[in-house]
């Protein structure tokens, strides 16, 4: 059974309350429920920190185990060099992940310090984002 992780940065853990306009009103938990039901076959498990160094401490602990990792780093993404590092670091393929289209939106967004080590980036779908990631890492 492959071992995927989906990970989620700072202010995700708000997904359903926060800027509904742009994110949604489903919380992750609930729609991480109806990942995991649909794909009964893989061994699925999520983890969210608002704080980045929590973030690498966990990409180190599942990096070379997992098979697989969608990362979606909030606006740790624009700003983190040390997670771009941890990205590199580890041998576990990571995939971006943004639920919005950034290039539609301010430019500070635009620019990823990640997708470099990224195995590749999925954005603007909404939260069907993550399930192409998953998708892509099977
Ligand atoms: C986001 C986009 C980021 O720019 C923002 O800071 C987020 C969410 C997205 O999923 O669209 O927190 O990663």
Same mark, same amino acid.
């Given at each position: 059974?492959?071992? *995927?992780?989906?990970? #989620? +940065?700072? #202010?995700? #853990?708000?997904?359903?309350?926060?800027?509904?306009?742009?994110?949604?009103?489903?919380? /992750? $938990? $609930?729609?991480?429920?109806?990942?995991?039901?649909?794909? +009964?076959?893989? =061994?699925?498990?999520?983890?969210?920190?608002?704080?980045?160094?929590?973030?690498?401490? @966990?990409?180190?602990?599942?990096? /070379?185990?997992? =098979?697989?990792?969608?990362? #979606?780093? !909030?606006?740790?993404? %624009?700003?983190?060099?040390?997670?771009?590092?941890?990205?590199?670091?580890?041998?576990?393929?990571?995939?971006?992940? %943004? *639920?919005?289209?950034? &290039?539609?939106?301010?430019?500070?967004? &635009? %620019?990823?310090?990640?997708? @470099?080590?990224?195995? !590749?980036?999925?954005? !603007?779908?909404?939260?069907?984002?993550?399930?192409?990631?998953? $998708?892509?890492?099977?």
């Amino acid at each position: 059974m492959k071992k *995927i992780l989906i990970m #989620n +940065g700072p #202010n995700l #853990n708000l997904l359903g309350i926060r800027e509904k306009s742009i994110y949604g009103d489903q919380s /992750f $938990e $609930e729609y991480f429920e109806t990942l995991k039901n649909k794909y +009964g076959a893989v =061994d699925l498990s999520y983890f969210q920190s608002n704080t980045e160094g929590v973030l690498i401490d @966990k990409l180190h602990e599942v990096g /070379f185990d997992f =098979d697989g990792i969608v990362l #979606n780093a !909030g606006a740790y993404t %624009h700003t983190s060099v040390a997670i771009a590092d941890a990205i590199a670091a580890i041998h576990t393929p990571v995939v971006e992940v %943004h *639920i919005s289209n950034v &290039h539609q939106r301010e430019a500070y967004r &635009h %620019h990823s310090y990640l997708s @470099k080590n990224c195995k !590749g980036v999925i954005l !603007g779908f909404g939260l069907d984002s993550y399930r192409l990631a998953l $998708e892509s890492l099977l």
